[in-house]
């Protein structure tokens, strides 16, 4: 039997489930991370320049390329690995060093990329990490130390995670040097995958938490428009409950003002869908490490719950008010053209009776014109009447006066009999004019 036909996407689709593995990591280890996106109108860059900058940071330390148009790659650049993914508005860097350095955090681990490549990157960096991977001691109480030298007390969340196979903390401050921190203590049976999946879930949770956080700040720019175009939307609405001005201005006014706001959710729709996205990342990203709370400290669903989600819930907020506003713009410019509308149609009413009146005077006036032409045609028509029949007159012996009087009638009764006719033949015509 020959064997079946496949479909022409079945490998790729299949091979996509594993085309970004976790790192493998053997504390004592560090981690540089790096996140760079475009400024504006990132998700339709041109990607190629990503590739591009890739490839330039792999040529100064005389690597191999990956395939045109790749999305993700792994490869070392002198002793450390490198991993790369390109997202839809971002791409990442990380690099995987062995070994501690002295000073924790150093800022000089991360020289490995030029300060010159750094300089030429397509866009700007959303965010970067320092991530040490350090050996669990037996006391956890030996790790209290570091954490206060390490982190900012007010705002650092620590946890133990993956049943208790590691702690984790993290203050979400920026240092001095200008990056993130984080430390990660494992014990020394963890495997080097588990310890892979525990800095790049945390790689993640800062990546998804700075671009959420750029629908908040996007909006919140956006706020002190929205409250102008809420309290113009309220005054409109006013006015047209207690009919102030003319409705045709009112609708025209209103009508500028729904047309912003849908610019407004035109502009905001997808930054509000990302950071929907990005948020759910976030809650799910911290929900597979299986937090524990170490010591009374609190942990990082704790944290996000408190300086995070408020934030989310404002966007949110933001999204429900001011697609409301549309709503009710809407709804106004629907009542408010019902309502031209029928004053339209009752000045329209007004003028066709108008029209009317006008047509039966003319209809009357037409009539007494009618009755006016009979009497002067009447006039010619006898005159010239009399004049043919003087002669039968006098050979009759009737003078001129009983002649005229006697064909008066006649001639008034046929010109009436003729116009009337015309009249009715024009009248029977005039659907066919």
């Known amino acids: 039997m020959p064997p079946i036909q496949d479909h022409p996407l079945r490998y790729k689709l299949a091979n ?23 400024a504006k109108g990132a998700a339709s860059r041109d990607r190629s320049l990503d590739l591009k900058h890739l490839t330039d940071l792999l040529d100064r330390y005389g690597t191999t390329h990956p395939q045109p148009g790749a999305t993700h790659y792994q490869t070392k650049i002198g002793q450390h690995m490198l991993k790369w993914e390109q997202h839809t508005e971002f791409v990442t860097y990380t690099v995987f060093l062995n070994g501690l350095t002295d000073r924790p955090f150093d800022p000089a681990d991360f020289e490995v990329f030029p300060s010159e490549w ?6 700007v960096r959303i965010t970067s990490c320092l991530i040490r991977c350090c050996t669990r ?7 209290e130390t570091p954490l206060r030298d390490w982190f900012v007390p007010e705002s650092l969340a620590v946890s133990s995670v993956i049943d208790d196979e590691a702690v984790i903390a993290g203050d979400f401050r920026i240092d001095p040097a200008g990056h993130m921190r984080f430390a990660v203590f494992t014990r020394e049976h963890v495997g080097e995958r588990r310890v892979g999946r525990i800095v790049q879930r945390l790689c993640e949770i ?3 938490k700075s671009m959420s956080m750029l629908g908040f700040t996007r909006l919140k720019s956006l706020s002190p428009r929205m409250g102008d175009l809420d309290n113009e939307l309220s005054h409109l609405m006013e006015a047209m409950t207690h009919g102030q001005g003319p409705a045709e201005d009112t609708l025209k006014a209103l009508l500028s003002v729904s047309a912003e706001l849908e610019s407004l959710s035109a502009q905001t729709s997808f930054r509000l869908g990302a950071t929907g996205a990005y948020e759910a990342i976030v809650a799910q990203r911290i929900e597979v490490l299986r937090e524990v709370r170490w010591r009374g400290r609190q942990t990082f669903e704790e944290f996000m719950t408190r300086r995070y989600d408020p934030a989310m819930r404002t966007v949110k907020a933001t999204e429900r008010r001011l697609g409301t506003m549309a709503e009710r713009a809407m709804r106004a410019g629907d009542l408010l053209r019902t309502r031209v509308e029928v004053e339209r149609s009752a000045q329209n009413q007004l003028l066709l009776e108008s029209m009317n009146q006008r047509a039966d005077m003319q209809l009357r006036l037409q009539r007494t014109v009618e009755g ?19 002669p039968v007159g006098e050979m009759l012996g009737l003078s001129r006066g009983w002649l005229t009087a006697a064909v008066t009638v006649p001639v008034v009764l046929a010109v009436w009999g003729m116009i009337r006719r015309i009249r009715v033949q024009m009248e029977k015509q005039g659907p066919d004019l």
Do not use: M, Q, W
Request: charged residues 20%; proline residues 10%; hydrophobic residues 45%.
């Open 16 to 38: 996509e489930l594993h085309a970004r593995p976790f790192p493998a990591l053997a504390p004592p280890c560090r981690a540089v991370y790096l996140a760079i996106k475009k």
């Open 118 to 123: 750094l300089d030429d990157a397509p866009g």
């Open 137 to 143: 001691p037996e006391d956890d109480g030996e790790i």
């Open 206 to 208: 800062e990546t998804y």
């Open 372 to 390: 006016l032409s009979v009497v002067a045609i009447s006039y010619y028509a006898v005159s010239l009447a009399a004049y043919l029949l003087y």
